[in-house]
């Protein structure tokens, strides 16, 4: 039989409710829950898609109801997550009707135990590997507050390229369990030469010489033209290197630390002298008889020796040398010239006795 107004004023009085508009409503769908997953100790928001969520009165993470959740619109629902573990089925419940179920997964928080390197250039780029646990599915990976590029590797290892930054700065990792404690990477500025003493020397290498500059702490290499060197370092402002081999000519010495390549410095490879006469070939056993060395290479002369006599000596130019014979015994003595480029071959000065009368 037909109800009237007045069979639901009677249904009032008894307290008997007629059915609901959404009761009769088509029942909820679920399209989506974003994110997917969460902290095991919830209390996260997530977005629930779907249709028909006029009326929703409950929103459950597998038996457990959400602490609090609101209806945006006919097709979206914000809610928060409540505690849990493992993978439950996310319902949404409106009158008597129940949607169709999504899975959420509640993931452990990831832990970060170390990066490798630790420092590298403010530039960025540096290569680094995160290591630590519950890193599957990471979705952000952070330097400071700067995001990086990066690869999932394993559940234990993450590996990123560092944006550019400045100081020490938190490297955090960030998965639907949460984000993790923070390990610490340096940006390092690069170093800075200033000098290279002496500034040159012989293309057969092995001479010591001393950089200074700034930021020279944890060098990693020093290359002269391209060509590395063996070093040590003094300090922070000091390295000591032993010039490597190289062809004549000038090559650029940088240092390499944690914070990048240096400027370069100079230094100049210089070949080694060549003698190629004497004039005159003798003179007298008496010192004062200048002879003239010409050879090439001379430009850098700092010793004319006669054996093993130093000799006073004029640089004329690159080819010719003026040096004064020292006294000796008569005979043959070798007469050799050093320069930065090394010492010559020698050649022969014969010192003539005066005559008997």
Do not use: C
Request: glycine content about 14%; cysteine-free.
């Amino acid at each position: 039989m037909p109800r009237t107004i007045g069979d639901e004023v009677n249904d009032r009085d008894r307290g008997e409710t007629p059915a609901s508009v959404s009761a009769l409503a088509a029942a909820p769908t679920l399209g989506s829950v974003v994110p997917a997953g969460g902290p095991p100790a919830g209390n996260n928001t997530v977005t629930l898609t779907g249709t028909g969520f006029t009326g929703v009165t409950a929103v459950n993470f597998g038996s457990r109801a959400s602490p609090g959740f609101t209806v945006n619109s006919l097709t979206k629902i914000t809610a928060l997550a409540p505690a849990g573990t493992g993978t439950v089925l996310v319902t949404v419940r409106a009158g008597t009707s129940t949607s169709n179920a999504v899975n959420y997964t509640y993931a452990a928080l990831p832990t970060l135990s170390g990066v490798s390197p630790e420092q590298g250039p403010v530039s960025g780029g540096t290569t680094v590997t995160l290591t630590g646990t519950g890193l599957t599915g990471a979705t952000a990976v952070n330097f400071g507050t700067a995001p990086a590029q990066f690869t999932v590797v394993s559940a234990t290892q993450i590996t990123a390229v560092t944006p550019a930054g400045t100081g020490a700065v938190p490297v955090t990792v960030t998965t639907s369990g949460g984000t993790s404690g923070a390990v610490y990477f340096f940006y390092a500025v690069p170093p800075t030469l200033s000098k290279v003493f002496p500034g040159r020397g012989p293309t057969s290498g092995g001479t010591t010489v001393v950089l200074t500059g700034a930021g020279l702490t944890g060098a990693t290499a020093v290359s002269f033209g391209g060509t590395p060197a063996g070093f040590t370092v003094d300090s922070s402002t000091q390295i000591t290197a032993v010039t490597p081999v190289r062809p004549a000519g000038s090559a650029p010495v940088t240092v390499t630390t944690a914070g990048g390549v240096s400027n370069p410095a100079a230094y100049t490879y210089v070949p080694p002298p060549v003698l190629s006469a004497l004039t005159p070939l003798q003179g007298p056993i008496s010192s004062g008889a200048v002879v003239t060395l010409t050879g090439s290479g001379l430009t850098t002369t700092s010793a004319v020796r006669f054996g093993a006599v130093l000799a006073p000596f004029t640089v004329e130019s690159d080819t010719s040398v003026a040096a004064v014979a020292p006294a000796g015994p008569a005979g043959t003595v070798p007469v050799s010239v050093t320069t930065a480029g090394g010492t010559s071959a020698a050649l022969s000065y014969t010192r003539v006795p005066p005559p008997m009368l």
